[in-house]
């Protein structure tokens, strides 16, 4: 029989939402998923029974080697401020800041994954002039260094996986685990930003139900309505890398089929676009964020010949909140 995966969860700055999501982990549920991959949670700030007392016990005996620590997980920015002393988070009854527990165990830990996008780069918690200090695992936004520095490795000769998204969706963190777990985690599965590469190979845009309404360029213009929100309402699907259409969360829902613009939350300084998130910035009318992979020359090129090929259904469909004109009849049965 194989030994569990001994796995640490630690928050700091959070707003606990990738906890919040990760709960709503199905098909299987996330204490089944964490059975099936051989994880055993040693620790959880919201799943937890264990005293403020065990739990600071615990962590001494993974310091001392007593207890032996495979995963270690952080939520949330490590906050450094003030003055780089990490007195802005303590960790309870231990007289330390978070930011040197952080650091200690993360030398033990075979394995560091950062959940979410504020322990990847520093998220949300970093905008905003950065009162905290604050930043992700081993990225300051898109900067190398973080906590841990650019040249950091675990002791498996990983660096820290990035499991970016605000929050997560729950299937990333548990296949994240489960393939650390089956032994199939190395630089290969891991893109440019160390993000697993099991949901950063796809975009946002596929599988988008208002894929039809790109084709055609027939875009939205307001809030609620149906066309694609690329043109005015700022989204980023077709440069952020995820699989929230494909995988939809809680099996049916994603920001896009919510209403709202896919902002690219799993990125480094997506917090701080320099525009409102729902207003997409453009030049001589042309958005300056064009699709991954395609030439500006040629996005002009087909944007216009869309444009003057959209069907009435999809021009009408695109600036209301409900089907206006409905898809043509087929012919009845014996009609030629
Ligand atoms: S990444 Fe987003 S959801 Fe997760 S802790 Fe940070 S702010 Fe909260
Ligand atoms: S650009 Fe955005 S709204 Fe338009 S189809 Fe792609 S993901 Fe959907």
């Known amino acids: ?64 080697g007593e207890q032996a620590l495979d995963i270690l997980c952080l939520e949330g920015s490590v906050m450094r401020g003030p003055n780089d002393t990490g007195r802005f988070h303590m960790l309870a009854g231990t007289g330390r800041p978070m930011m040197q527990w952080i650091a200690d165990l993360s030398r033990k830990a075979r394995y560091t994954i950062a959940i979410g996008s504020c322990a990847a780069f520093g998220g949300v918690t970093m905008a905003g002039g950065n009162p905290t200090e604050a930043c992700g695992l081993q990225y300051e936004g898109n900067q190398p260094g973080g906590l841990l520095g650019e040249d950091w490795h675990s002791p498996e000769g990983l660096r820290v996986i990035n499991v970016a998204g605000c929050p997560v969706h729950p299937g990333w963190v548990t296949d994240t685990l489960a393939q650390v777990a089956m032994g199939d985690m190395d630089e290969t599965q891991l893109d440019e930003w160390n993000r697993p590469r099991s949901y950063t190979n796809h975009l946002v845009h596929h599988g988008c139900t208002r894929n039809e309404f790109y084709e055609f360029k027939a875009s939205a213009e307001a809030p609620s309505d149906q066309g694609c929100m690329m043109e005015h309402m700022g989204c980023l699907g077709t440069q952020a890398h995820a699989d929230c259409n494909r995988r939809p969360w809680n099996g049916e829902g994603s920001c896009i089929r919510g209403g709202y613009a896919c902002i690219n939350c799993t990125a480094p300084v997506f917090e701080e676009p320099g525009h409102p998130f729902t207003e997409t910035p453009k030049i001589a009318g042309i958005p300056i964020g064009l699709p991954t992979d395609m030439p500006k020359a040629w996005f002009v090129a087909l944007a216009s010949l869309s444009k003057a090929a959209t069907p009435k259904r999809l021009r009408e469909n695109a600036v209301a909140d409900h089907i206006v004109v409905p898809p043509g009849s087929d012919k009845k049965r014996g009609e030629r």
């Open 1 to 64: 029989m194989t030994t569990a995966l001994r796995t640490l969860w630690l928050q700091s700055g959070s707003c606990g939402g990738c906890s919040m999501s990760l709960l709503n982990a199905e098909s299987p549920d996330l204490y089944a998923t964490l059975e099936y991959a051989g994880i055993e949670l040693l620790w959880h700030p919201s799943l937890s029974e264990a005293s403020n007392g065990e739990f600071i016990d615990l962590l001494n005996r993974i310091m001392s």
